[in-house]
Structure formats: structure tokens, C-alpha cells
């Protein structure tokens, strides 16, 4: 097993619950109002550490926040245990569940990144009085990721196609499988990380941990990035069955925005995101609707069959729709970063934070 990188103050335990062996990060004092961290793909709970350390620290005559970061499924150093992808982001969500009672925990404040803002949005459903707040960065469209147009996250096809698991770059997965640490490619996970997790020419001090941390990936079939059927349908593959791609599929989240809008009580929303973002945004790199307009992909059939997902405009209007049935948010824009925000304006996003939660 690779050495688990941790940084002076932070504790790496394992936690095992009924459903997995969870890998988990930890600071902060054991009475301390509790702040579970939820990663996204390709990454782990490492790129929280600095964050969590920040956020444990007394100030203003109180004590810190007790800070809690687990590696999800398939992730890091967690048990590696296969990803249900039909049950959508409730794989993670019951994970966290059962993660939280082995800890004690009757409610925190949920922070979540990118694909994790699925996992929020489902336990936030799931469990709403166990929230006292959620703060979502870069989050997933609640209508999933690729496959689907307008703000109303309506489908391109009735299967789905340009969504789940046969959309990942290939090269990129190899590279991950290789455990690869260079820079000679752009499709190597050093330079998709420096490219797209952050704006150049941001480069991340802990950049080996991080890349370390990406790398425990589970990848295969059944694993990252998922597997997948072909399609009649552009660009001619549509989801599987199995794997976390597969679970931010719009096919498997077809309840995902209207049990959110259910949630009673519902906690207060703080969105955060950068306004250089490529991955989540409304011309994301990673949208094959995106890459087709702009000529990367071959056949693509056009703005009124697939046009490019737009994920913020998504985000933004489900929110509204959060704040209307009860519920409010918050949006801050990060000016000057891209998909990390928390770590490339880590001082900002604290003073947000901490504002947000009074």
C-alpha cells in the first residue's frame, strides 16, 4: 500500500462501519461543531488537509471545528468495494450515513467538491435534520453530468447517451492505471490536474500529495471510470451499470431534484465556484456536447439536439427553486481560479465559510 501523506496535525484512522473499511482524515477538538468534507472525482480526502487544519483552529475566543474527511468508495485508501451505479450517488450517501453513526456524529455541516456535491445533494434528501449547513463547491449539476439540456436538466436521448462511464478519456485512465507521475502528455493526471483544477499558472504546494492521493484511485471495468453500452445515439455510448461515472449519470438521478426540493427542515446552501472553471461550467472540457461544438469530437449533431450542458445555469436554477420551497443559498464567485477554489484562494474561502456559518 502507498504511504498515506498527512500533514502535522491531521490524524489518517480507519473506521470500519457495516458497509466498509473508511479511510478517514481527521483534526480539530472532539467537542468541536462537527464539518464532514466530501472529495470529488479523482481526488481523495488529502486535498482537504490544509482547509480542515484552518477550520480547527480556535478563533475569536471559540474553539475550532472538529473537521472530518473520508476517502469515498473507491477512492484513496478506503476499502475497495464496488460502486452500485443504478442507485446513484446512494452508494457514498449510505457510506457517510453509516460513517457518521460509528463516529457519533447526530449532525454537521457538510462541505462537498465537484462530484461530492452529489453525495450532498443525496444525503441532504436523505437525512436533512442531520445537516446544520452545506456548502457546495464547484458541485455537479443536480441533473447529473453530461446527457442532458436546458436549465430544466431535460434528456438529449431517452438513453442517455454522452453520459456515464464510456466518456472518460482512455489515455487518461491508462495513465492512472500506470500510476503515472510525469508531465509529457497532457492527458497525464499531473498535467489534467494543473490544468484543470486549477488557472494556470496556480501550482498546488502539496502537488506530489495531491498527485499521490488521485492515483489510489480504483480503476477497471467495474471500477473507475465504469463500464458502459453502445448507443445509436452521439457520441454513441451510453452508461453501465457499475463504477462512480456511471452514478452521475442523469439516468440514475431521475429523483435526485425533486427529493431535494422535499427536504424537510431544508439546511442553508453557501455555492461556491471559481469563474474560470472548465470542468463544471456551462462550456465544461468534459462535456462531449462541449467538445463537439468546439470541434474536438467528430458528428456532432447540433445546438438543438445536444447542445452543451449548462451546469451552473442548471445549479443555479434548482437552488431557486431550493430557496422558493423554503430553503436558502448563498452564491460567491472566486474571481481568478478554476475548479479548486479552496485551494487556490484558501484565505477567501475560509472568511466565506466561516461567515456563512455564523
Known amino acids: 500500500m502507498t504511504q498515506i501523506p498527512v500533514l502535522p496535525g491531521i490524524t489518517s484512522s480507519f473506521v470500519d462501519t457495516p458497509r466498509l473499511r473508511q479511510h478517514v482524515l481527521s483534526c480539530g477538538p472532539d467537542d468541536g461543531t462537527p464539518i464532514v468534507f466530501i472529495h470529488g472525482n479523482f481526488s ?112 438529449c436521448y431517452d438513453d442517455f447517451a454522452g453520459s456515464g462511464g464510456g466518456v472518460v478519456n482512455p489515455q487518461f485512465v491508462a495513465r492512472i492505471v500506470a500510476a503515472d507521475r510525469s508531465a509529457d502528455d497532457p492527458n497525464s493526471p499531473r498535467n489534467v490536474i494543473n490544468a484543470f483544477y486549477y488557472k494556470p499558472p496556480f501550482r498546488a504546494g502539496r502537488e506530489e500529495d495531491f498527485l499521490t492521493a488521485a492515483l489510489q484511485e480504483k480503476t477497471g471495468p467495474e471500477r473507475y471510470p465504469g463500464d458502459f453500452v453502445p448507443s445509436p445515439n452521439w457520441p454513441n455510448v451510453a452508461p453501465g451499470l457499475l463504477g462512480p461515472v456511471n452514478c452521475w449519470s442523469p439516468k440514475y438521478l431521475c429523483n435526485e431534484v425533486p427529493d ?98 455564523g
Open 44 to 155: 481523495a480526502a488529502t486535498y482537504w488537509e490544509e482547509l480542515m487544519l484552518a477550520l480547527a483552529a480556535p478563533s475569536a475566543g471559540s474553539g475550532g471545528f472538529r473537521c472530518i474527511a473520508p476517502d469515498l468508495r473507491g477512492y484513496g485508501w478506503s476499502e475497495d468495494k464496488l460502486i452500485d451505479a443504478t442507485r446513484g450517488y446512494r452508494d457514498w450517501s449510505d457510506d457517510l450515513d453509516a460513517l457518521l453513526i460509528a463516529l457519533g456524529i447526530r449532525r454537521t455541516h457538510l462541505v462537498a467538491w465537484s462530484a461530492g456535491g452529489g453525495v450532498a445533494y443525496r444525503f441532504i434528501a436523505d437525512h436533512p435534520a442531520r445537516v446544520i449547513t452545506a456548502t457546495l463547491q464547484a458541485p455537479v449539476s443536480p441533473y447529473g453530468f453530461g446527457g442532458t439540456k436546458g436549465i430544466e436538466g431535460t434528456p
Open 260 to 357: 431535494l426540493l422535499a427536504a424537510d427542515p431544508k439546511p442553508p446552501v453557501l455555492w461556491v465556484h471559481g469563474d474560470n472553471d472548465m470542468i463544471v461550467g456551462d462550456l465544461s472540457m468534459f462535456d462531449f456536447a462541449a467538445l463537439g461544438k468546439l470541434g474536438f469530437v467528430p458528428g456532432w449533431p447540433g445546438d438543438e439536439v445536444y447542445p452543451p450542458q449548462p451546469m451552473v445555469s442548471q445549479t443555479r436554477a434548482v437552488l431557486d427553486r431550493y430557496a422558493t420551497a423554503g430553503g436558502s443559498y448563498r452564491e460567491i464567485v472566486f474571481a481568478g481560479c478554476a475548479h479548486a477554489p479552496h485551494i487556490e484562494k484558501p484565505t477567501e474561502w475560509v472568511d466565506a465559510f466561516k461567515a456563512f456559518v
